[in-house]
């Protein structure tokens, strides 16, 4: 891989939203799509956009905005390890992939990731691309998955019945299918007619909502499982893993035989003062701000065991 597409894949990255944020980044992108929508049928006289223009542009916006959804997740589930690494071998840019010293430095290096790398060589120029790339990694077909995914929140804080985010799946794969088909023209040609009409790319649109929260659903219950759903709960979760962080600190050092060390201790002390004031540091106020501390501070813990690892052996 040249040294100049490894710099175009880091650029990338420095712009883009963090992989696990980016179905919210989504939903607000294909939001605004949907309000300009409503401004433009509610005005008279002067529309905020001409139609065709929106029209041309949504359909743009939205399958950009499916790449990139896709592309974070490909990337997080190739990364999160077994079995959707080893899946990722089936892929065809894997297959066509070349590991070269440049490349194999940006890993080690921590600049890129494996599955960041694959990720941006994929291709997603039509529906198929963007399913198959998932229902490989899976293991399983991706519309197959999505017509039982269902909004855990909705269910479990907000009390509503159990019901799939997808009432049609074959309607929403159909919607998407032509929505690809329609990008294509607009992008690679120039039809003497609009290929669709404004109310059509709304249900492109729209479609596009329901796959993103249906796949987002399905994968997070993959990877993360029963994941915390409300503040407090994510906060709780965030000092229980600080605190599993900290046993096992402690554990590698009583297995090392440095419990009473005097010269651990003092390290072990002055890691403390460093690490509490950093996570405090930019953890901003309100009512996330003990979750965030307790995750940099669980991170930090983290990059101390290695250390003490590689010098502890």
Same mark, same amino acid.
């Given at each position: 891989?040249?040294?100049?597409?490894?710099?175009?894949? !880091?650029?990338?990255?420095?712009?883009?939203?963090?992989?696990?944020?980016?179905?919210?980044?989504?939903?607000?992108?294909?939001?605004?799509?949907?309000?300009?929508?409503?401004?433009? $049928?509610?005005?008279?006289?002067?529309?905020?956009?001409?139609?065709?223009?929106?029209?041309?542009?949504?359909? +743009?916006?939205?399958?950009?905005? &499916?790449?990139?959804?896709?592309?974070?997740? !490909?990337?997080?589930?190739?990364?999160?390890? %077994?079995?959707?690494?080893?899946?990722?071998?089936?892929?065809?840019?894997? $297959?066509?992939?070349?590991?070269?010293?440049?490349?194999?430095?940006?890993?080690?290096?921590?600049?890129?990731?494996?599955?960041?790398?694959?990720?941006?060589?994929?291709? %997603?120029?039509?529906?198929?691309?963007?399913?198959?790339?998932?229902?490989?990694?899976?293991?399983?077909?991706?519309?197959?998955?999505?017509?039982?995914?269902?909004?855990?929140?909705?269910?479990?804080?907000?009390?509503?019945? &159990?019901?799939?985010?997808?009432?049609?799946?074959?309607?929403?794969?159909?919607? &998407?299918?032509?929505?690809?088909? %329609?990008?294509?023209?607009?992008?690679?040609?120039?039809?003497?007619?609009?290929? +669709?009409?404004?109310?059509?790319?709304?249900? /492109?649109?729209?479609?596009?909502?329901?796959?993103?929260?249906?796949? @987002?659903?399905?994968? $997070?219950?993959? *990877? /993360?499982?029963?994941?915390?759903? !409300?503040?407090?709960?994510?906060?709780?979760?965030?000092?229980?893993?600080?605190?599993?962080?900290?046993? @096992?600190?402690?554990?590698?050092?009583?297995?090392?035989?440095?419990?009473? @060390?005097?010269?651990?201790?003092?390290?072990? %002390?002055? /890691?403390?003062?460093?690490?509490?004031?950093?996570?405090?540091?930019?953890?901003?106020?309100?009512? *996330?701000?003990?979750?965030?501390?307790?995750?940099?501070?669980?991170?930090?813990?983290?990059?101390?065991?290695?250390?003490? $690892?590689?010098?502890?052996?």
């Amino acid at each position: 891989m040249p040294r100049d597409r490894i710099a175009e894949i !880091t650029s990338v990255k420095g712009r883009a939203s963090v992989p696990l944020a980016m179905s919210l980044l989504v939903n607000i992108t294909l939001g605004e799509l949907e309000s300009v929508w409503h401004q433009n $049928k509610a005005a008279t006289s002067e529309s905020l956009v001409p139609t065709s223009r929106w029209t041309t542009f949504s359909v +743009v916006r939205t399958v950009t905005a &499916l790449e990139v959804f896709t592309r974070a997740w !490909t990337a997080t589930l190739i990364d999160w390890g %077994t079995p959707y690494a080893e899946n990722a071998a089936a892929l065809d840019a894997v $297959k066509k992939a070349r590991f070269d010293f440049a490349l194999s430095r940006a890993i080690q290096g921590k600049q890129l990731s494996i599955g960041e790398i694959i990720a941006h060589e994929i291709s %997603t120029n039509t529906l198929e691309d963007v399913a198959g790339v998932l229902s490989t990694l899976i293991g399983q077909d991706l519309f197959g998955l999505l017509e039982n995914a269902y909004d855990r929140f909705e269910v479990e804080v907000e009390g509503k019945p &159990l019901v799939p985010i997808i009432q049609d799946v074959s309607k929403v794969r159909a919607d &998407l299918a032509r929505l690809f088909q %329609t990008r294509h023209i607009l992008v690679h040609e120039l039809p003497l007619k609009e290929p +669709v009409t404004a109310a059509e790319a709304r249900g /492109f649109v729209n479609a596009a909502q329901l796959f993103v929260n249906a796949t @987002d659903a399905a994968l $997070k219950g993959m *990877t /993360f499982g029963e994941y915390p759903l !409300t503040q407090a709960a994510m906060t709780e979760q965030a000092w229980n893993q600080l605190d599993g962080a900290e046993r @096992d600190l402690d554990e590698f050092i009583r297995t090392r035989g440095l419990t009473d @060390d005097e010269n651990w201790k003092s390290l072990r %002390t002055a /890691f403390e003062h460093y690490a509490e004031a950093l996570s405090r540091w930019g953890s901003g106020s309100g009512s *996330t701000t003990p979750m965030w501390q307790a995750m940099k501070k669980r991170a930090l813990l983290g990059e101390f065991l290695d250390q003490m $690892k590689r010098e502890l052996g």
